[in-house]
């Protein structure tokens, strides 16, 4: 019986990316991964654009893509985490609509996982930006990991393949204020990173401005690290 691997795709306003996306990742299991079942797992977070129209006219073409819309836009975690929980595979992908984490990566963690790794995560050897983001970005990790408890893997994101064991533990997890790179890196299993080169978005501005990543990187410090009662505990 093939194995399935479940690809989670969320999406906000990428109606000129969304197609393209879908299409990828089937050309490479169908090429790449025949010996591998595929189900894809659209969340959309009430884009205002023609996205869940075109995410509509594509799920009903193909039995191996769920889709789901929320009742507004709950935020880029919470719509992997939606993803996540949906999803049925024996390993589960997270995967952006814009592509900057190219499909071709999936194959190396497919190769990790069968090696007996429970979680193979993306590490980005090189990617685009702006420039402050980027530096903003790399002192944010490693101040991050100096003051954290836990060692939460540099350079990477969400791009990352769990197997359904971790999946099962991730999604009880009561933590509500998500920051999932940190709370996989908290969960254990044994562990082991990929290196690659981001690409450049297909179409368009990235959705994530520079407020949410101050508001992720919040969450991030005040879930994994002590720094912030130390700065409010009396003297």
């Not at 075109?54 to 507004?72: G, P, T, Y």
């Not at 499909?103 to 790794?117: L, T």
């Not at 990929?194 to 919040?218: A, C, E, M, N, T």
Request: hydrophobic content about 45%.
């Amino acid at each position: 019986m093939s194995k399935l691997i479940s690809v989670c795709i969320p999406t906000y306003n990428e109606e000129n990316n969304i197609v393209e996306a879908v299409e990828s990742v089937e050309k490479l299991f169908a090429e790449q991964l025949p010996q591998y079942d595929l189900e894809l797992i659209i969340t959309d977070n009430a884009s205002v654009d023609s996205t869940w129209k075109i995410i509509k006219e594509l799920a009903e073409s193909r039995q191996h893509l769920k889709a789901v819309r929320f009742s507004r836009n709950f935020g880029y975690q919470n719509s992997i985490f939606a993803g996540l929980s949906l999803s049925t595979g024996d390993a589960v992908v997270e995967l952006d609509a814009d592509l900057e984490d190219p499909p071709d990566v999936i194959p190396r963690f497919i190769e990790k996982w069968e090696e007996g790794y429970k979680v193979v995560y993306g590490v980005r050897a090189k990617r685009y930006g702006n420039w402050l983001t980027l530096a903003m970005t790399w002192v944010f990790y490693r101040a991050l990991n100096y003051m954290s408890e836990y060692e939460i893997p540099r350079d990477s994101g969400d791009f990352r393949l769990l197997d359904r064991k971790v999946v099962f533990a991730l999604v009880e997890f009561p933590e509500r204020n998500l920051y999932l790179r940190g709370l996989v890196a908290f969960l254990g299993f044994r562990q082991i990173p990929v290196v690659y080169d981001r690409q450049p978005r297909i179409s368009g501005d990235s959705k994530f401005k520079f407020l949410q990543y101050v508001v992720l990187g919040i969450d991030a410090i005040t879930a994994f690290t002590k720094a912030p009662l130390r700065l409010i505990k009396p003297w």
